[in-house]
């Protein structure tokens, strides 16, 4: 047996929903206020604040798909590339091409530091994150 119509029900999460939103605006807590500050350097860096909305979403859009475009090329083609450079390289040193448990070895380890490399920025980026709030939070 249902009380509410599902519409009511509906408008009364989506009040509730906006109230928080509002309140947490209104009374942001560390986390929003330094993901508010950090908005406010990208745009003074990359000179955004002079910018009309539709130029921001064009700049940030053009700026999000080179950077995805680029990391995925990294992360799909580097390795490869990094076997056919060293088989070149082999080559030109030794003369032949190089054996097969060679070529297995660099792209294992070539493997390997691409994913090391993805961790260690993530970790960085997490810790750097992590520091950043505990000084905001110290400092208040």
Not at 5 to 14: K, L
Not at 48 to 57: A, G, H
Request: net charge negative; hydrophobic share 45%.
């Amino acid at each position: 047996m249902d009380f509410l119509p599902s519409t009511t029900t509906q408008c009364a999460i989506g009040g509730t929903a906006v109230a928080l939103l509002a309140f947490l605006l209104l009374q942001p807590t560390n986390l929003v206020k330094w993901l508010q500050k950090k908005n406010y350097q990208y745009e003074v860096t990359f000179s955004l604040y002079m910018l009309t909305p539709t130029e921001k979403f064009v700049f940030n859009s053009v700026l999000f798909l080179t950077i995805s475009m680029l990391s995925t090329a990294c992360i799909l083609y580097l390795p490869d590339h990094v076997v056919e450079v060293s088989r070149r390289t082999y080559y030109y040193f030794a003369g032949d091409a190089p054996p097969d448990h060679l070529v297995e070895d660099v792209v294992h380890k070539a493997s390997e530091a691409v994913m090391g490399a993805a961790t260690g920025l993530v970790e960085s980026a997490s810790s750097a994150a992590f520091g950043t709030a505990n000084a905001v939070h110290e400092g208040i």
